[in-house]
């Protein structure tokens, strides 16, 4: 075992106690030096097993503990987005030449070029995903309108935290509803592999299907919203993990995907 495991090691044992531990803590109690301490730590960060503990006070050290398993993904995720704010802020104290000549050279590499549209891909399926939000919103407005008018009638009175949470708990019953179809879509699955036979038309499904990908599409664009709200903008798909770049947007219309033609071959064509 190399010396960097056991330093991880090293640290990993000590958190395992539960109790939170800011940096120089971890380095008298381990016997390690600082600087080690800190990058052995850092590594478990990156690994998803430890945590840091939100600041009280801005000019307090951070503390450290260990992380749930739940949570271990989010983590990481944390990790990545932390690092890659560290690296933003040291490239934008140059200027903007030397940030122009670091983005051409970014972008000569095949593989940069590749993550850099598969982002761009990834921000536009959301924004078509928003856009498809709003034309269901409209082709449902007829169907609700009046339900709303009567809703908004029975409500004059009360004040606004109690509509926000009649709205949630219509939330929570959509999703007792998602689990009623998911049952009911399990028992038809079971159906068909025991060769009973259907009991619902395979255009019923449809319909259904239909119906839950538009819940799907509201829902992106309003998860975005919600976080935005909370303060804690979303920069990666909350399902998958992958990178949801802010600037993709400011990038989509500037940044063409293409070959350069030497000039002989221009001539010679």
């Not at 030096?33 to 097993?49: D, H, I, M, V």
């Not at 600041?55 to 260990?66: F, G, P």
């Not at 509201?218 to 919600?226: A, E, I, M, V, Y």
Request: proline fraction near 3%.
């Amino acid at each position: 075992m190399s010396r960097q495991e056991n330093s991880r090691g090293l640290v990993l044992r000590l958190m395992e106690d539960g109790v939170e531990r800011t940096d120089r803590e971890i380095a008298e109690l381990t016997g390690l030096a600082a600087g080690k301490a800190s990058g052995a730590r850092n590594t478990l960060w990156e690994q998803g097993l430890v945590e840091p503990i939100p600041k009280q006070h801005r000019n307090e050290h951070t503390r450290w503990r260990l992380c749930p398993p739940e949570k271990q993904a989010e983590v990481r995720q944390a990790w990545r987005d932390n690092r890659e704010r560290r690296t933003l802020g040291r490239l934008m104290q140059k200027s903007p030449g030397e940030r122009a000549n670091i983005a051409v050279h970014l972008l000569a590499d095949d593989d940069v070029n590749n993550a850099l549209l598969a982002q761009l891909d990834r921000s536009r399926a959301w924004r078509r995903a928003r856009a498809r939000s709003r034309e269901i919103r409209k082709e449902s407005h007829a169907e609700r309108k009046q339900r709303r008018a009567d809703l908004r009638r029975a409500m004059d009175e009360a004040d606004a935290d109690l509509r926000f949470r009649q709205t949630v708990s219509r939330l929570r019953d959509l999703q007792d509803v998602l689990y009623a179809v998911s049952r009911e879509a399990e028992l038809e699955r079971s159906r068909q592999l025991s060769g009973s036979g259907s009991r619902v038309e395979v255009g019923q499904w449809r319909g259904v299907a239909r119906n839950v990908r538009e819940v799907l599409e509201t829902g992106q664009g309003l998860f975005r919203d919600l976080a935005n709200l909370a303060g804690q903008p979303m920069e990666s798909c909350p399902l998958c993990g992958e990178r949801l770049h802010s600037a993709a947007g400011k990038l989509d219309e500037g940044y063409i995907d293409a070959e350069v033609v030497e000039e002989a071959d221009v001539e010679n064509a």
